[in-house]
């Protein structure tokens, strides 16, 4: 009996299947809309779905439907359309070191955030249809309501909305499972502001644009609110229901954009084998503006090119229009600094010191001193370049001599710098 039991407890058992890692489904994703471009946050996983780390994926695909209503969450993937995959870094493994650099993929890292852009095209805003009902084999009962009730008004068709999902997948090719769905509606969108004009001054660039809509825009956002008329309960009755409008609640705020490439817009094609991340672009001020102007630094021989957008609706729910055209401008720095003040000369034993107030101007490159003898109208240079002190002292005087100075202020623009008018004229008789 002994002997039985010992040989059956070291009997194998049928060998285990290996343990599958399947990558946790994706649940942080998020669309904004921006003109015709909606960018798409997903959040990389960093974890299977047995809460093991490090995750087993190689990649994220990112689908997109239009539609009224999303599809069954089994249709998802086959309604919708696949529009980007994102390539995910593999991470090294609990006690393993990082692999060199010079051996490192390129690609997104685990758990780090992603965004993407996709460049609506007029076939996607428009829903597709619902998938037919299924038969189920009897025919369906059709009650039709009593004559004497009141059927609703039928209202509009319903907003389109643009749907997207993220899918994540191991490299052996085993899927997550479908996680959330970002939901944007597609309101109609404000329109461009109109007749951006552009110019600018020795320290900034001036924005002044017409609103949105024009003047009838510009009454609309601050039309007073219409009084309810005074209705009794059976007109009131009869009224059609009222459908809510497509476009954004609120005034029109405006969005200012800084364009630094010759072609902002350019995107890789869509559906490529992977897609670059496109971070959403950030506009100059820091919330949108009701304001018609805006102004930028100078930076002068540097072209400066920019981008206005209407913005409406509530602080969750923005909604930013298409951009009027880039309009740009190469500052030219045509303007001298400010002359020197409070130019000052004290007479010493061989020497005539002089003095005067620092200037401000941020572009200063320095100062030139003129000398003249008394009674005559032309100045003449005492320094060959320009020197960085608000003082300098002639030792190169007659005693007895009467002399004039005057100082001027020059930039450092090259190769010719701007030279500001002559302080004021300050006479001196050398000792």
């Known amino acids: 009996m002994c002997a039985v039991s010992a040989s059956a407890c070291g009997k194998k058992g049928p060998p285990l299947a290996p343990f599958v890692h399947i990558p946790a489904a994706v649940e942080k ?26 995750a087993d994926v ?14 069954a969450r089994g ?9 980007a995959v994102i390539s995910v870094v593999p991470a090294p493994r609990p006690g393993e070191p990082p692999p060199p650099a010079a051996t490192q993929l390129s690609g997104s890292s685990q758990g780090s955030e992603v965004t993407l852009r996709d460049v609506l095209t007029a076939d996607q805003l428009v829903p597709k249809p619902p998938p037919p009902p299924l038969k189920t084999g009897r025919r369906q009962a059709t009650s039709e309501p009593p004559p004497t009730v009141r059927q609703p008004v039928p209202a509009g068709p319903a907003m389109p909305h643009r749907f997207y999902m993220a899918i994540a997948f191991s490299d052996r090719g085993r899927s997550s499972p479908q996680g959330a769905v970002a939901d944007l509606p597609l309101t109609v969108l404000p329109a461009p502001p109109a007749e951006v004009r552009i110019r600018y001054t020795s320290d900034m660039v001036q924005l002044v644009w017409e609103p949105s809509g024009g003047l009838i825009g510009f009454l609309t956002d601050r039309a007073l609110p219409l009084e309810q008329a005074p209705f009794d309960d059976l007109a009131a009755s009869q009224q059609p229901p009222a459908v809510a409008s497509d476009v954004p609640a609120g005034p029109t705020r405006y969005n200012v954009y800084r364009i630094e490439s010759a072609d902002p817009l350019a ?21 949108p ?4 102007t805006f102004a930028d630094a100078a930076m002068f021989e540097r072209t400066q090119c920019y981008l206005v957008r209407a913005v409406r609706g509530g602080a969750n729910a923005l909604v930013e229009g298409d951009a009027t ?16 003040a409070n130019l000052t000369a004290v007479a010493g034993e061989g020497s005539i010191s002089l003095i005067w107030e620092p200037n401000s101007d941020i572009d200063l490159g320095g100062y030139l001193v003129l000398r003249g003898e008394a009674g005559g109208a032309t100045l003449q240079p005492l320094t060959e370049t320009p020197i960085p002190d608000a003082r300098y002292t002639d030792r190169d005087v007659k005693p007895g001599t009467r002399y004039v100075y005057a100082v001027v202020a020059v930039d450092d623009r090259v190769p010719l710098p701007n030279v500001s008018p002559e302080s004021i004229r300050v006479e ?3 000792r």
């Not at 904004?32 to 809460?51: T, W």
């Not at 249709?75 to 529009?83: E, N, Y």
Request: glycine fraction near 4%; aromatic fraction near 6%; include cysteine.
């Open 267 to 287: 995107l890789p094609a869509r559906n490529n084998a992977t897609s670059q991340s496109a971070p959403r672009p950030t506009p100059l001020n820091p919330m």
């Open 29 to 54: 994703i998020s669309a904004e809309r921006v003109g015709s471009d909606v960018y798409i946050k997903i959040l990389i996983p960093s974890q299977n779905i047995d809460a093991s780390k490090p």
């Open 289 to 292: 503006q009701t304001t018609l």
């Open 75 to 83: 249709l998802f993937l086959a309604q919708a359309d696949r529009l």
């Open 58 to 71: 190689s990649r994220v695909d990112i689908y997109g439907f239009t539609g009224t209503t999303p599809p």
């Open 428 to 430: 001196e008789t050398a």
């Open 325 to 340: 055209p880039m309009q740009c401008v190469t500052p030219i720095d045509t303007f001298p600094p400010a002359p020197p």
